[in-house]
């Protein structure tokens, strides 16, 4: 899905956090979908930053994939500690088809490449060829922020055996410079209801246009608002 795509055409993942979401973004037509670690752990009542218990995420996860007939990727941080093997034993276990695998710390703190890199090989060789591997780069978010350190990362990661690169908050502007310096498939970012469509991004040379956990930020929003009518007006 992530190759031979035209300028424009990116490969948009649905956004679900549990079995209810992932049918309504399934039966909307997305023909594959990524949780949100951050979307996932508010709906099982945790912060993000692995807060979850991995048993609890990849349960989940589970419930996600049984309730659809497409191909679902997972966030699952930073591997909450999970020796490689086990990671993939889980994901493979929960039926999930790829993964997304930070390379940042609870807590902020940027990993160092090489060892993210050997992590993502010795993952790559568990998972035998069974999930597709989205190395996400955190410099934009937790780092200074230059070109030249997320693609030094990204590129390490995919001879490591990642097959996308997902620099995320990385501007839109510099969308284009990582594109043709990665010469691989590209997760950006988009906002539910703000900054550039998922379309747009693709003209900036994304192959892969993910949500995160703004989706069900929203929705959140929009529940609130929903009980506060049913409380009457007047009614804090």
């Keep these: 899905m992530h190759h031979g795509r035209e300028p ?3 490969l948009v993942l649905g956004a679900p956090w549990d079995a209810a979401s992932a049918r309504a973004f399934a039966d909307a037509g997305f023909p594959a979908l990524a949780t949100s670690s951050a979307a996932t752990a508010a709906a099982l009542g945790y912060e993000d930053g692995e807060h979850t218990p991995p048993a609890e995420m990849f349960a989940a996860v589970a419930r996600i994939v049984r309730a659809v007939d497409v191909p679902v990727s997972a966030d699952v941080e930073n591997g909450y500690g999970l020796p490689p093997r086990e990671l993939a034993e889980r994901l ?3 039926g999930a088809a790829g993964c997304n695998l930070e390379d940042s710390a609870p807590g902020g703190r940027l990993l160092e490449p090489e060892r993210h890199a050997d992590r993502l090989a010795a993952l790559s060789e568990a998972a035998g060829g069974q999930l597709f591997l989205n190395a996400r780069v955190d410099t934009f978010l937790f ?20 097959e996308c690169v997902f620099p995320i908050l990385a501007p839109p502007e510099h969308l284009p410079e990582l594109a043709a310096g990665l010469d691989a498939p590209l997760n ?3 906002g539910p209801d703000s900054g550039p ?4 991004l693709g003209e900036l040379g994304a192959t892969r246009v993910t949500f995160g956990g703004g989706v069900q930020q929203a929705v959140t929003g929009l529940l609130r608002d929903l009980i506060r009518g049913l409380r009457g007006p007047g009614r804090p």
């Design 143 to 162: 780092g200074d922020g230059s070109v030249s350190d997320a693609l030094s990362r990204g590129r390490r990661y995919l001879r490591a055996g990642a």
């Design 92 to 94: 493979l276990e929960a």
């Design 188 to 190: 950006a970012l988009a």
């Design 197 to 200: 469509r998922p379309r747009e």
């Design 8 to 10: 424009g055409d990116p």
